[in-house]
């Protein structure tokens, strides 16, 4: 197993600034994965962060919007960027062994 | 159609029931199937992970996988109010990068 620790915990942003959400994982990871929550819905994946390379989006997400950055194997961030109420939502770093886990989630709130 | 489909529930039942939570889907390539538990505010987390076809039982709690019919199931036995969570099933069809898919999640309240 994998045990994964997200920073911040929670926060609360104006329309039109930016957050970073910080991912670490406690052992080297090749695969790591950023999900959006909306509220009372499942998980859609964000893109796929794999060290040494551009982060692949999933359709709908673009990396102007969600930049990510994987410096090493056991960190990554996810930035959202200029943000509207629409990405009220909790952000989920996941990491993949033989099956995925993850971390207890970003839960941000857009005013 | 969806991928994955799973009933969201709620679903409410007494302390001590048995209870059914299912998923469908329609890609015949899925291989893993997982349910994962989610509790209010916290992230998932990993409960059942079975390869392929049959049961996999862990404490309370057993899984079975249907491929013929496209059908998972997970059971918990002795439901107790502390499993009140939403359960989500998700399904892959290998590992090392491909993507998972995940049901909506079917919130249970176990009632004391």
């Known amino acids: 197993s994998a045990v994964i620790s997200q920073k911040p915990s929670r926060d609360i942003c104006q329309r039109g600034t930016s957050l970073t959400i910080q991912c670490q994982v406690d052992?080297?990871?090749?695969?790591m994965f950023w999900y959006r929550q909306q509220p009372g819905q499942s998980l859609t994946l964000i893109a796929t962060?794999?060290?040494?390379?551009?982060?692949?989006?999933e359709s709908g997400f673009v990396i102007d919007k969600f930049p990510i950055s994987r410096p090493n194997l056991t960190f990554s961030t996810l930035t959202v960027s200029n943000l509207s109420p629409e990405d009220s939502s909790i952000y989920l770093c996941?990491?993949?062994?033989?099956?995925?886990?993850f971390g207890p989630g970003t839960r941000l709130l857009v005013l | 159609q969806k991928e994955v489909e799973q009933d969201p529930g709620p679903l409410s039942v007494p302390e001590g029931a048995i209870v059914s939570l299912n998923c469908t889907y329609s890609?015949?390539?899925?291989?893993?199937f997982m349910w994962y538990r989610q509790y209010s505010r916290k992230g998932p987390e990993l409960l059942m992970y079975?390869?392929?076809?049959g049961n996999k039982e862990d404490g309370r709690f057993t899984a079975q996988v249907d491929k013929s019919s496209k059908y998972i199931s997970l059971f918990i036995r002795d439901s107790q109010p502390s499993d009140s969570a939403t359960y989500l099933c998700?399904?892959?069809?290998?590992?090392?990068?491909?993507?998972?898919?995940f049901g909506a999640g079917t919130r249970l309240f176990v009632k004391a």
């Open positions: 996941s990491v993949e062994l033989e099956t995925q886990y």
């Open positions: 052992s080297q990871v090749t695969m």
């Open positions: 998700a399904m892959s069809a290998r590992t090392g990068g491909f993507k998972t898919i």
């Open positions: 890609n015949s390539a899925f291989q893993y």
């Open positions: 962060a794999n060290q040494g390379s551009e982060a692949t989006y």
């Open positions: 079975t390869y392929s076809s």
